[in-house]
């Protein structure tokens, strides 16, 4: 376990990715090359009478200039007071928290199954395995979303040279219907299954079809859950899910991510 | 010089007047990763019962205004995997351990304060006769002063060390709760537990926690905290520790003046895990700036009007 700590650091960039996504840049954090894919910070919300810290997915990290990012979208009152927080502001930040994304060994095909606002970690991830030094074109990252407007930052995840497979609930962009089915097709057709590893990120029905497909079709892989977590280092057992075998686990401790077939979804 | 903040409570010295609360620190392990224990003047674990307990489903926390509701539902590992698991951690641990004891019956709250009595470093129990969250035993006795004072004594015949009565402030009068539970054979009380209450979701008429209600914490009870301890402080006889809301070294001195000995730091946790150590260092300061030597200068110093 990664011992947690409360750094202040600054909001230097906050841009405004629209529909409702932010993406803030925090520097110096002088935590960050212990933010793996799949990390989480919690960010607390000084300039407001909001008690609680929202957890923040790691979106990327520049460990020569100590920059932490997040990208997150406007859900509640915690987010919608995070998205008003401007340049130079001071923020505290708890963290480096959660166990990440494995590593997949090079010869793997890794599926990335981005849902929503789900995308931030496995962005992070393509750019590990990048910087790995993978082969981008054996990273397939489909991303789904309801419209074509809920699919942010696609040019930057096209500009990694990964495949890029868009799916929209109205046809607006790239496949239409759930992302899940255009995952299931690619899986379907695929050659060599036992070289594919899936990481799924994304809403709760989202991630159930992911883990049902890896069982399915016999891939293993990862999914990342998201909770509502009071503390994010394990003490209130808030955040708990049940496990297949052996009861509880706590997101924020155990998880976020977990194997598939691990958790009672 | 250095201020002393050493306070005695039935006997028990502790370093300094700040304790964890029961249910917001686990069972100190994770706390020990952001500072060392020895930080505090006690860590109190998390409720424990005869069997392991899963607790409720989730959600069984919601944010509130400047608070939270919890409804966990006395979540731990049972005596059995306390005693084999977590304490040889917390035997090494430089600090005074308070372990927090639920039942549902009066049997089962006596059985666990039996097999804790056996362990030595188990320096005090606190009984908790106040969790909102179960629907048997817990608020039902704190609720009562015959089965408070029937639960304590119990407790007192197997346990030779000191007990802390933690006290529900969901009851008309808290002193005659107080009071049974010093007729039990309570050392101390701990004041207060949770408040019941509940939020419920707009959009799809639920309520926020499966539970239906739970425990709200956090600062927005501090002020009711307060005016508890100082009625406990003022009708009855044995030394308090304060809790409810407090995040700083400030919420402590309010608590101190108004009778607390020592004082619990909860959900405050949740937000600055370090938070205990700001609060010692704030203290600290705060006594240097007043010229007060010692602790107890400010226990039940409150100067009230009359």
């Known amino acids: 376990m990664t011992k947690p700590s409360c750094e202040d650091t600054t909001l230097v960039r906050a841009r405004d990715l629209h529909h409702g996504y932010f993406s803030f840049t925090f520097a110096p954090y002088p935590r960050v090359a212990e933010c793996h894919p799949g990390s989480f910070v919690h960010v607390q919300l000084t300039s407001t009478d909001i008690y609680l810290r929202r957890a923040m997915s790691v979106a990327s990290v520049n460990t020569r200039r100590h920059e932490l990012e997040i990208i997150f979208k406007v859900f509640g009152r915690g987010t919608a007071a995070l998205s008003r927080f401007t340049t130079g502001s001071k923020v505290n930040i708890l963290g480096p928290l959660g166990v990440g994304f494995s590593k997949p060994r090079s010869t793997y095909h890794p599926v990335l199954v981005a849902g929503g606002v789900g995308f931030p970690p496995l962005m992070f991830l393509a750019q590990q395995m990048i910087d790995d030094g993978m082969d981008p074109k054996n990273i397939h990252f489909f991303y789904g979303g309801r419209s074509e407007r809920d699919l942010v930052e696609r040019a930057r995840i096209k500009k990694m040279g990964i495949r890029f497979y868009p799916a929209t609930d109205d046809g607006s962009l790239g496949d239409k219907g759930l992302v899940t089915k255009s995952v299931e097709k690619f899986i379907k057709d695929h050659h060599a299954k036992e070289r594919l590893r899936l990481y799924g990120c994304g809403p709760e029905p989202m991630l159930k079809a992911v883990d049902e497909l890896g069982m399915q079709y016999g891939v293993a892989g990862q999914i990342s859950l998201e909770s509502p977590m009071p503390c994010g280092i394990g003490i209130c057992l808030g955040c708990v899910v049940k496990l297949r075998v052996g009861g509880h686990a706590r997101v924020c401790c155990e998880g976020p991510v977990f194997e598939i077939g691990e958790v009672v979804l | ?306």
Not at chain 2, 40 to 55: D, F, N
Not at chain 2, 150 to 178: E, H, M, S, Y
């Open chain 2, 1 to 306: 010089m250095t201020p002393d903040l050493r306070v005695t409570i039935a006997g028990v010295e502790f370093a300094n007047p700040v304790m964890t609360a029961s249910g917001c620190c686990n069972y100190g392990e994770e706390l020990a990763q952001v500072f060392p224990l020895s930080k505090l003047g006690a860590l109190v674990t998390k409720s424990i019962t005869l069997k392991p307990r899963l607790g409720h489903p989730v959600p069984r926390t919601a944010e509130t205004a400047s608070g939270m509701l919890n409804a966990i539902g006395l979540a731990n590992v049972g005596i059995d995997a306390f005693i084999k698991d977590k304490i040889p951690f917390l035997e090494k641990q430089k600090t005074k351990i308070i372990v927090n004891v639920a039942g549902a019956t009066i049997n089962e709250y006596v059985e666990v304060s039996a097999r804790l009595a056996d362990i030595g470093r188990v320096d005090i129990l606190e009984i908790n006769i106040s969790c909102p969250n179960v629907d048997e035993g817990g608020l039902e006795f704190g609720q009562s002063p015959a089965l408070t004072e029937k639960c304590i004594a119990g407790v007192r015949k197997v346990f030779p060390r000191p007990i802390i009565a933690k006290l529900a402030p969901n009851v008309t009068d808290i002193t005659q709760i107080a009071d049974a539970a010093h007729q039990g054979g309570a050392d101390a009380f701990a004041v207060i537990n949770s408040l019941v209450g509940t939020s419920v979701d707009i959009d799809t008429w639920r309520p926020r926690l499966t539970n239906n209600r739970g425990g709200l914490t956090g600062p927005a009870i501090k002020p009711i905290a307060l005016a508890m301890v100082d009625k406990v402080y003022t009708k009855c006889k044995l030394p308090i520790i304060g809790i409810g809301g407090i995040s700083t070294y400030r919420d402590v001195i309010e608590f101190l003046l108004v009778g607390a000995t020592a004082v619990q730091v909860g959900t405050a946790l949740f937000v600055e895990p370090d938070a205990p150590v700001k609060i010692v260092e704030g203290l600290k300061e705060y006594m240097k700036t007043k010229k007060l030597s010692h602790i107890n200068d400010m226990i039940g110093k409150v100067r009230k009007y009359t």
